[in-house]
């Protein structure tokens, strides 16, 4: 069974440009996650999809992060224009559950953001 | 609301040596609570989680970790570090909405020969 896959792997883009991210959850798994860790801090929630509803956007930072997660499928992240604030390893992971008692995350290897 | 403290960023410890990695949460419900591991190049992978029962928990790779509710603490052990534990280690909680996942600094271990 594939896991989570992320693409691209790296990115660099100049501040003011647009990057697009996007995540492969594990087939079947309804509930898709986005994260984020800037250097130095810690991993940080961003939002959470369940099939193509944003559940929970509490963790965007500013509106120019679009999260998209069309068909319920595949997920992509949009930061237009980038900042260098922006820069970081945005991490998605998949569920096949939300519920506390059974929640398991599974994490791509992550897009590794540099804004320059 | 729910938070994550792990006592130190960096810990080297010795080939064979006990591994310990400290862990201490707040959380307003009774935690759910995660220890996942990074190795280079590669996503978060989870080691071990406890959410009811037991208290000691044991994971992949050797590793356990005891909740104590008391101590608020949820540390990490493995008796003797191999050198391919060598990686970034993460404490996390989810809260009362179930979703989320809210992480601590992280602790990168070094193992030397």
């Known amino acids: 069974e594939a896991g989570v896959t992320q693409f691209p792997s790296h990115s660099v883009i100049e501040k003011g440009q647009t990057v697009t991210l996007r995540c492969d959850p594990i087939?079947?798994?309804?509930?898709l996650y986005w994260y984020r860790r800037v250097m130095g801090k810690e991993i940080k929630f961003l939002l959470h999809?369940?099939?193509?509803?944003?559940?929970?956007e509490s963790g965007m930072p500013n509106n120019r992060f679009l999260a998209e997660r069309t068909g319920g499928t595949y997920s992509t992240l949009k930061v237009q224009p980038a900042e260098l604030e922006d820069s970081g390893v945005y991490f998605c992971?998949?569920?096949?559950?939300?519920?506390?008692?059974?929640?398991?995350?599974?994490f791509g290897p992550g897009t590794r953001l540099t804004v320059t | 609301a729910q938070s994550v403290t792990q006592l130190g960023s960096h810990v080297s410890v010795s080939e064979g040596a006990l591994v310990l990695l400290r862990c201490n949460y707040s959380?307003?419900?009774?935690?759910?609570l995660f220890w996942y591991v990074q190795y280079p190049n590669q996503g978060l992978q989870l080691l071990l989680k406890?959410?009811?029962?037991?208290?000691l928990v044991k994971g992949i790779n050797g590793f356990e970790a005891e909740f104590k509710k008391s101590e608020t603490s949820f540390h990490l052990t493995k008796p003797s570090a191999h050198m391919s534990d060598a990686a970034e280690y993460f404490c996390?909680?989810?809260?009362?909405?179930?979703?989320?996942?809210?992480f601590g600094g992280g602790t990168r271990v070094l193992v030397k020969p």
């Open positions: 999809f369940v099939k193509e509803s944003k559940q929970d």
């Open positions: 992971a998949s569920s096949q559950v939300s519920s506390r008692r059974s929640h398991e995350q599974y």
């Open positions: 087939s079947g798994h309804d509930n």
């Open positions: 996390a909680v989810i809260g009362a909405a179930g979703n989320k996942l809210t």
């Open positions: 406890y959410t009811t029962g037991a208290t």
């Open positions: 959380s307003s419900v009774p935690p759910y």
